[in-house]
């Protein structure tokens, strides 16, 4: 039996005739950061709605320790949700939102003050939300996850309107709770900075599942390669062809090269008598490794 | 639905407590209001039926308003994004509804409460006519308290199948101060069981349109449960959408 501490299976969506979200599976374990990523309009927020019980999947399931969300008893104990669609009341302060929120599941106030310190918002506890940053209602939305000290976290979008300092106490957080043993899903189109937290990844490109696995076996997969600028581009590209060097054409006067060494490269320029003027080799990363998912290298 | 649900809709209601008091205190005005007119300009109020109807259109434009307290409060949830909290802590939307329901039936309530208290005070100060009887004057309490209730109540009902605040205010007020008058006039079923008629009679002491209060109060609570189920059915429903 999976030890997974949320599975997704199958799990579809689609409005009159259109599927947004396309037999999507895969599974969050515990004591791990699932990095969900995907271009814009992917699915990303539809997937993560329909997984928390606000939408209704047109087929599929997704399930926390084998029930749906509706069905959990107590779900602010069992899940911790930040959805970048959540907003605050405008006429509310932040330590009313979690005061409410709290009341649902009789947490008592202390624990929305000491989340409100958690998080960095004890000294705006009582400020209206309205007038907080983007930032600061990401810190409130990460209290109100917490409230239940759940095992499961989902964060549609966290670092966004985060400042440096922001997103660094965003990393460790994530990394301490993964610590701790509760599974984290998080959704992001910061990849540099998902890089840094996530251990495993699922990639959907129009609804569907692209690649999931962990994060370093698929930057290593990453057709990484050594990048190339220069004079006559058309020529140098087919003798590299020629020499059975794969070739991705990015720019009119860039491409990518996958299979040859720089000095091999900086050789047949030098046959054929074509300026180079960049050949620096690429860095395999989770950025990368997503361009090539979705949309060939691209990018 | 649970006590924590029904504390966690209260502490909705006190912590945005400008709306709600902007609300009661608009509604304890336009009775005011009504009633000092109604009083003041003209011969109007010579009997003590005189003084019941009087407190029946000022406990129905209080009722109104409380209504559409309500429906700003539930349409709210969509247009602010806080239903997403709301439904995560509460999968089981329709508790939502029907805890939101119960909380602003309390408010309607203090409404009520209010209105009654004006309007006899100005009967008292104001009026020449004779006052009704002790009876009545119970009856006519426990109208207004149930009306007012009932109709934040529906308000709740009609900010959940509606959503879009402005929408459902201006759907209310058009449906009950023109569509339902003008049918009303076609038809006098309309007129003595349509949602207005049926509250009017509800709030006042010994009924209206020849319809007993009793009578009147059971088509009334007739139609705050239906319109409440319909609300049920389609908040569960309702997918919460990302765009």
Known sequence: MSDASLVVEGLTKRYGGRTVVDDLSFEVHPGRVTGFVGPNGAGKTTSLLMVLGLAAPSGGTARFGGQIYRDLSSPLRAVGAVLEIAKGHPGRSGRDELRVLAATHEFDDRRVDELLKLVGLGDDAHRRSADYSLGMRQRLALAGAMLGDPPVLVLDEPLNGLDPQGIRWLRSFMVERAAEGRAILVSSHQLTELQQVATDMVVIDKGRTVAQGPVAEMVSKSQAGLWLRCAEADRLQAALERAGHEVLRQEADGMRVSGATAPAIAQLALDERILVTELYPIVANLEQAFFDLVDGGQS | MTRPLLHAELLKLITTKRTTTIFLLTSAGLSLLLTLLTLLTGDNVNTAQDVLDTLTSAGLIAALVMLILGAVNMGGESRHGTQVGTFLATPVRWHVVLAKSLVHTLAGLAAGALNIVVGLICVALFADASWPS???????????????????????????????????????????????????????????????????????????NGVAQGVGALVFIAWVVLFTLAAFLVIERRDVRGD
Not at chain 2, 138 to 162: K, S
Not at chain 2, 175 to 196: M, N
């Open chain 2, 134 to 208: 002790f009876g009545n004057v119970v009856l006519q309490m426990l109208g207004t308290l149930g009306v007012t209730g009932l109709y934040a109540a529906l308000g709740v009902a009609l900010g959940t199948l509606l959503r879009n605040q402005a929408a459902v205010v201006a759907g209310v007020l058009v449906f009950l101060l023109v569509v339902e008058p003008l049918l009303s006039s076609l038809w006098t079923v309309i007129q003595k069981y349509g949602v207005t008629g049926s509250a009017g009679e509800m709030l006042t002491a010994g009924g209206n």
